[in-house]
């Protein structure tokens, strides 16, 4: 079946580094991936996503880059701020009539220090 | 435009106890889905509704849980009777259609605590 293994954390980073999440994925057929992120208090968001092999999701600064050959989907951001502070999921979603069904890594908690 | 609402967001029950989750979803969105993640673990699909009709309950871990969406709008999901590994975070979603073109919305989860 699918899953998902992404980077363990926590993570903490300083204001303007550098920020790799690892994300890695084994699925059949060629689903979409995702990055969720939530904020303390508040629902999961969708952050970026990609739909096909060499597809670069971006948003808020953040990119991915859909790597079929290496099965990954790794998080980036040149230089994270305070408020970035957050979990971070990697997702995919099914193959065909089941692409609906989002499988998710265990979350990546971020933190952030001014 | 309301997001997905969840109430409780936190209920602390006695195994063996019934406890009901509550998922508005947002006005409009046919498909309602709820996950569940367990303590350090993955968040994992639980089931999926198309306006009040059960299309997918391939993820319910038994018998004692059971979910309904009367009308199509809201949706509850009760555990009964508790466990102590029915612990977790349950989230809902919704979407206005299916497939990966069109994002899942999530709620802010209800903390459930069987003690």
């Known amino acids: 079946g699918n899953s998902v293994t992404q980077m363990e954390g926590p993570v903490t980073l300083s204001e303007e580094a550098f920020l790799t999440i690892n994300c890695t994925y084994t699925?059949?057929?060629?689903?979409?991936l995702f990055w969720y992120v939530q904020y303390p208090g508040e629902g999961l968001q969708l952050l970026l996503k990609?739909?096909?092999?060499?597809d670069k999701g971006s948003n808020k600064g953040f990119e991915a880059t859909y790597r079929k050959e290496t099965t990954s989907f790794h998080l980036e951001k040149g230089s994270v701020q305070v408020s970035d502070s957050a979990v971070y999921f990697c997702a995919l979603g099914g193959s065909g009539g089941s692409n609906y069904k989002l499988t998710f890594g265990k979350g990546t908690l971020l933190t952030v220090n001014p | 435009e309301a997001g997905v609402t969840q109430f409780p967001s936190h209920s602390v029950i006695e195994k063996g106890q019934t406890v009901t989750l509550r998922c508005d979803p947002i006005s409009g969105h046919d498909n309602l889905y709820w996950y569940r993640r367990v303590m350090g673990k993955e968040i994992k699909f639980l089931l999926h509704?198309?306006?009040?009709?059960?299309?997918?309950e391939s993820g319910m871990p038994n018998n004692r849980f059971l979910a309904e969406r009367t009308g199509g709008t809201y949706s509850t999901l009760k555990v009964q009777p508790a466990e102590l590994e029915d612990s977790g975070v349950y989230f809902c979603a919704s979407s206005q259609n299916l497939g990966t073109a069109y994002e899942q919305y999530f709620g802010p989860g209800t903390r459930l605590t069987v003690t």
């Open positions: 990609a739909t096909k092999a060499d």
């Open positions: 699925a059949t057929g060629y689903p979409s």
């Open positions: 509704f198309v306006k009040e009709s059960k299309q997918d």
